[in-house]
């Protein structure tokens, strides 16, 4: 379950001060200082191979800094693992996409929604127990358009939908913050 955090429209919700991340020499990310307000929309652009999806794996505790801080919603949040930011209210989506193609597009949704929560799914417990996270599933399902495909296998998506259910699965979590990593990779412009 998400931590309670006051957020003042005047702090930001996200802040790098010299944030930095090298590889045995190598500085893939060097000296970044950002901040994200409440309602901004910021984009980080550069060629390929400019540390951009670095920069995301720091920012989100995949990788840890070399150097720097990372302070969300005012608490530094450096040195934490990257679920316990995406309790405090950060989601992200990927580059190359993260999604279960064997099971339904429901399914995932479902996943996505019980990840960051205490109580797990348990087998022998009936569909009903959970009316909660399918009504949820089902409204975030409905606002994407995707809810006539809930039950198709995320194999059988196009490229395209499927970028686009990774971002309901980076909502289902009710996020705060949410970065998405090259949310148009392999989308034709047509």
Avoid at 64 to 80: E, H, K, M, R, Y
Avoid at 127 to 136: A, L, N, P, T
Wanted: charged share 20%.
């Amino acid at each position: 379950m998400s931590q309670s955090v006051q957020q003042n429209p005047t702090e930001p919700i996200l802040e790098l001060k010299g944030l930095s991340k090298s590889f045995d020499g190598l500085q893939a990310v060097r000296d970044v200082t950002l901040q994200i307000m409440p309602g901004d929309r910021k984009a980080i652009i550069g060629p390929n191979g400019a540390g951009k999806t670095t920069l995301f794996n720091v920012i989100t505790g995949i990788y840890p800094a070399t150097s720097g801080n990372i302070l969300l919603f005012g608490q530094d949040v450096t040195n934490w693992p990257s679920h316990r930011r995406t309790t405090l209210g950060m989601a992200r989506t990927f580059q190359v996409t993260s999604l279960f193609p064997m099971l339904s597009v429901l399914d995932n949704v479902l996943l996505a929604i019980n990840g960051p929560l205490r109580s797990k799914f348990v087998m022998w417990r009936f569909d009903s127990s959970y009316c909660d996270m399918y009504e949820k599933a089902y409204q975030l399902l409905e606002q994407a358009g995707f809810l006539e495909r809930k039950d198709a296998e995320v194999q059988n998506l196009s490229h395209g939908e499927q970028r686009q259910l990774e971002i309901v699965l980076g909502l289902a979590s009710d996020p705060k913050i949410l970065l998405l990593d090259e949310p148009a990779a392999g989308l034709s412009s047509g």
